[in-house]
């Protein structure tokens, strides 16, 4: 049996957050703009989408409604755009080579129909996995965590998971701790910020919530979900290239990354 050498994930995350320091005006830019956008139109759209939830607040099943589901849809496609755009970004950075936000909106929406359809099939698996077994699920999302990335820089169609499964494979439970390290220490960022600041306790009222949010605490948001989207793309970056290191040697960029 083949001894592959340790992942080394807290190496991974440390080595996002020393690039996302290094780095973080060219990548919050691309991951701040298009989310700040987003998320003003959908503050503003706010109390449309549920429109009928708030005439009939006892009833949770009003929140349901048509315009809730395309709201969900919408967002959804635009979300997984934007991080396979803020993984090509990652990568053009983490290669040491400036950003090319132009070859990355090209290269993503080129990939764009296959991105979207692999994900909602990824997560639609996962989250039945979850729902049933639960440790099926959580394993089931490391062992397609490479997916994306997968796509993105090979041009793989649906074979991108089972390509994803190879590489991962004898890997999974590291990754998953390193996925947990990551968002714990970015939640705890973002809840000092959130509640020293006050927005915690704004948010708090969830019905004022849906009627929309002053325009400080939406940017505030935006900011925050923007670093934790560069820095998520940065480890799914340096993860993908050291799994295709180990397994198949000579990963191109590999020697950068690290360095």
Known sequence: MTQFPPLGVTNLVGASFSAFSKHYLSLLLAAFIPILVVQ???NAMMPMIFEDFLANPADPTAMFGTRYFLFLAGTTIFSILHLGFLMIVAGQILQGNASNIGEA???VLKRGFILVA????MYVCASLGLILLIIPGIVLMAAWSLA???VIFEGKGFEALGYSAQLTKEYRWPIIGGMVLLIVAM???SLVIQYGLGIGIAAANQLDALLGQPIWIVAINAVIGAAFMAIMSLFTVLLYTRLKDIKEGGAVGAEDVFS
């Open 40 to 42: 003003l139109i959908a």
């Open 148 to 150: 994306m990335p997968v």
């Open 187 to 189: 939640a705890v960022v």
């Open 105 to 107: 909106v090209i290269t």
């Open 118 to 121: 692999l994900t909602v099939v």
